[in-house]
């Protein structure tokens, strides 16, 4: 069994949803990230996504496309963020996904990738534009290393498509809850249930479900029918506030603390 799938066994046996935060490395700066993934472990993260800055994220809303803007002007790279996250992971425990384009992995080499992020302290990879049928030599690469390759699904994933991708998964699924780009929302959508339910029909691996995930409520919404929820851009969009600021860290930990207030009483 990975990390992940340690994580994901806790949280089922304790019978609680899990929550997973994403960041983007080098936002405001590398010992911010730093910081901030060691904040969000004591907040109660159950697993952390760091985003790999790149230049043309188009499956990013404005919110994280300004975050990784602001990284690639002070020249953070993949390298440098698993040097951060190597340094975090000396005072934390909790598993850590790296989120990324397939542009900047290829660059950086996927046997390489595969050997330092372990090194690193990485469990999974999720490479947002990386389709199954071309997974094949990253899935073992990662497999040899003992970590895991998350994939993406979407409300418009064909029935072959995701059967495909249950075979190939490890880890959990990320249910994209729906079509578009990531950003903040008013409403959860009405195509993530069932969505879930497809899933579940073809793979036992847990899901987690990203992409508008905005407020507690939301949070407390998607655990009735998921193992977890993904925040990404409100807590970006917190970090871009809040940039500036000698309390940044502190205060993100308590808003992340804000979604999990109502953990147990719900569930």
Request: glycine share 8%; with cysteine.
């Amino acid at each position: 069994m990975s990390r992940i799938d340690d994580t994901f066994a806790e949280l089922k046996r304790s019978g609680r949803g899990g929550l997973l935060p994403f960041i983007t490395a080098g936002d405001p700066d590398l010992k911010t990230t730093e910081l901030l993934l060691i904040e969000l472990a004591k907040a109660g993260a159950d697993i952390i996504e760091v985003g790999i800055p790149f230049s043309d994220p188009v499956a990013d809303g404005k919110v994280i496309q300004r975050a990784s803007e602001r990284a690639l002007k002070k020249g953070v790279t993949l390298y440098d963020t698993l040097l951060c996250v190597s340094h975090a992971k000396k005072r934390i425990d909790v598993p850590i996904v790296l989120f990324s384009y397939l542009n900047p992995l290829l660059k950086f080499g996927k046997d390489r990738l595969a050997d330092e992020a372990k090194t690193a302290g990485v469990d999974a990879v999720l490479i947002t534009d990386l389709i199954p049928e071309e997974a094949g030599p990253w899935v073992a690469a990662f497999r040899d290393h003992r970590m895991d390759l998350i994939f993406l699904i979407a409300p418009t994933t064909s029935d072959e498509r995701l059967e495909l991708i249950a075979q190939q998964a490890s880890g959990f699924i990320y249910v994209v809850s729906r079509t578009g780009v990531t950003g903040e929302r008013n409403e959860m959508p009405r195509d993530a249930e069932p969505l879930v339910k497809r899933v579940r029909a073809v793979s036992d691996l847990p899901i987690a479900i990203g992409f508008g995930i905005s407020t507690a409520e939301h949070v407390r919404h998607v655990w009735r029918f998921a193992d977890a929820a993904v925040i990404g851009s409100a807590i970006v969009r917190r970090v871009e506030e809040l940039e500036g600021a000698t309390d940044l860290v502190p205060r993100l930990g308590e808003f992340a603390r804000s979604f999990l207030k109502s953990r147990g009483a719900d569930q």
